[in-house]
């Protein structure tokens, strides 16, 4: 009767045995398929030092954004600014009421909109940009800095109306799952991230050049099919530097031509390595961090160029960086952080150039409800080429005959002065002059709001100037003038020194008056 018991207890035994030993195995072989997915594409485990540079990086670029936002934002949206943020939330809460307006217009100046409260924000998402870069709470750090920096994007209007913007907040909620836990993680060994989060911060990078490189084809654009579109780009985009004059004044059309061709084949080709092994991905690396250190130095984008350069990092891994790591064991995406990033996944995909005009409605809204935070965007740089550059001069008078310009910090203005390189650093409120001057004031009605801040003699307005050419009191006759600049040629430039030409074109907007009546337009309307 002994024996009964124990001979079931042998099987039992030899059957944990096998069952584990089964399961040992299993877990083998499925660590073998990590690892040669591994070898084929990323594998966090091995990538934590190109992770800790890009979230170094980030705090960098969110740094340069908010003390861009220092000199500006009081200016660009404070009480007495362009265009109040107040007053537009304000209108916001009567058009759509508060639980609707507040996800219409994300902000925390809901609660303020002072200019104290405008500074007391910028000041806290640069305290925590620089803690990021210092590593210290990195998940925290990317939180608040994301959270300040869209609050400005939710009030600012049309002045947050770049696409530099979008990929800043995508990459920032992306970059939380991404980023190791705790308050002084250095490499994060103890915690890697897991692939989604590196996937959807490099397909970030994909989109941005593989959807500029499909808008150009659906544009129709007359200069990228006859491949002079870069003939003039380095004169017309909105803050041109020295390099770029050389560039365009110095090389023959040919070799313009041959850059248009590089463009396509770049953002329609090149850009797939991404996803292929190792070889080359380390192949779309070098040549991502050539093209974009060229267009760094010709021409200034503020930090759109810096994002995608350091986000090309993620492309590459410890051995390549020939920097040792710890070991780090594999780690899973949560379901929560699975349906977070799969929901900003999705929403990428419907609004692509091309695809959300055949995705039905219902479809969208994913999309849709994620639009007001700018996290799922839809990407494409220069569908279509300037072929002009004008520039918008404020001028002031006190007698209505004899005018002075209000100098600008950045823009061309001066022809003999050099345009000059400044990148990251965003002057919103002239970049929006260079987008204005393409279009009729009626459709950027912020300029005519200026001149009446000019003719109020609101400081904050003044400092987005080099300097008040009225420093007794506001002059009484405001105007905006456009003029039409281009290069000066090599023999120009020999002759007399000026790295520009211009030619005044008219008033771009109505002459203002402050007399006894208050403030009226003089003359017809432009």
Same mark, same amino acid.
């Given at each position: ?249 110095? =090389? /023959?059309?040919? &070799? ?5 061709? $590089?463009?396509?084949? *770049?953002? #329609? +080709? !090149?850009?797939?390595? %991404?996803? =292929? /092994?190792?070889? &080359? ?5 070098? $040549?991502?961090?050539? *093209?974009? #250190? +060229? !267009?760094?130095?010709? %021409? ?227």
């Amino acid at each position: 009767m002994k024996l009964v018991p124990a001979l079931f207890t042998g099987t039992s035994r030899r059957s944990r045995s096998a069952e584990t030993t089964g399961q040992v195995l299993a877990e083998a072989h499925l660590e073998d398929r990590r690892t040669h997915w591994g070898s084929w594409w990323i594998d966090p485990r091995r990538a934590l030092w190109p992770r800790w540079i890009w979230l170094r990086a980030l705090g960098l670029i969110f740094l340069s954004a908010f003390y861009s936002l220092a000199f500006q934002i009081t200016g660009l949206i404070g009480p007495r600014g362009i265009l109040p943020a107040g007053q537009y939330l304000g209108e916001v809460h009567r058009a759509f009421g508060l639980a609707k307006g507040v996800w219409f217009a994300p902000s925390v100046f809901w609660i303020s909109a002072s200019d104290r409260a405008l500074l007391a924000v910028t000041l806290m998402g640069a305290i925590a940009s620089i803690l990021l870069v210092l590593n210290v709470a990195p998940r925290i750090c990317i939180a608040v800095a994301g959270a300040c920096f869209l609050s400005f994007v939710g009030a600012a209007q049309d002045f947050a109306s770049y696409q530099s913007d979008g990929m800043l907040l995508e990459a920032a909620l992306i970059s939380f799952f991404l980023a190791p836990r705790g308050l002084r993680p250095r490499l994060g060994a103890a915690d890697p991230s897991s692939r989604l989060p590196l996937f959807l911060l490099l397909w970030e990078w994909f989109r941005i050049y593989f959807e500029s490189g499909v808008v150009k084809l659906l544009s129709g654009d007359l200069q990228w099919r006859t491949l002079t579109a870069m003939d003039h780009y380095y004169e017309n985009g909105p803050l041109p530097t020295w390099v770029g004059w050389y560039v365009q004044q110095r =090389l /023959p059309h040919g &070799f313009h031509a041959f850059t248009v061709l $590089l463009i396509f084949l *770049f953002e #329609l +080709a !090149i850009v797939w390595f %991404a996803f =292929l /092994p190792r070889r &080359f991905r380390l192949i779309c690396f070098c $040549l991502a961090t050539s *093209f974009q #250190l +060229a !267009i760094i130095l010709t %021409a200034n984008y503020a930090f759109l160029n810096y994002i995608v350069l350091c986000l090309g990092v993620l492309l590459v891994d410890d051995r390549f960086l020939r920097l040792s790591a710890p070991a780090a064991a594999v780690k899973r995406t949560p379901w929560p952080t699975r349906i977070a990033l799969g929901w900003i996944l999705y929403a990428t995909v419907v609004v692509a150039p091309g695809i959300s005009p055949l995705v039905a409605q219902p479809l969208l809204w994913p999309a849709i409800a994620l639009e007001p935070f700018r996290v799922a965007n839809r990407y494409g740089l220069f569908a279509v080429m300037t072929t002009d550059r004008y520039e918008i001069e404020f001028q002031g008078s006190r007698d209505g005959v004899s005018w002075t310009a209000y100098p600008f910090r950045y823009k061309p203005q001066e022809p003999m002065d050099a345009p000059g390189i400044y990148a990251p650093y965003q002057p919103r409120f002239e970049w929006n002059l260079w987008f204005a001057s393409l279009g009729e004031w009626r459709s950027y009605s912020w300029v005519l709001r200026t001149e009446l801040r000019l003719l109020e003699g609101s400081p904050a307005v003044l400092r987005l100037f080099a300097q008040n050419p009225f420093p007794e009191g506001p002059p009484t006759w405001v105007r905006a003038v456009r003029w039409q600049y281009w290069f000066s040629t090599v023999e120009e430039k020999r002759a007399s020194g000026a790295w520009w030409r211009r030619e005044e074109r008219g008033l771009y907007a109505p002459e203002l008056h402050a007399g006894g009546r208050g403030v009226e337009a003089v003359g017809p309307l432009p």
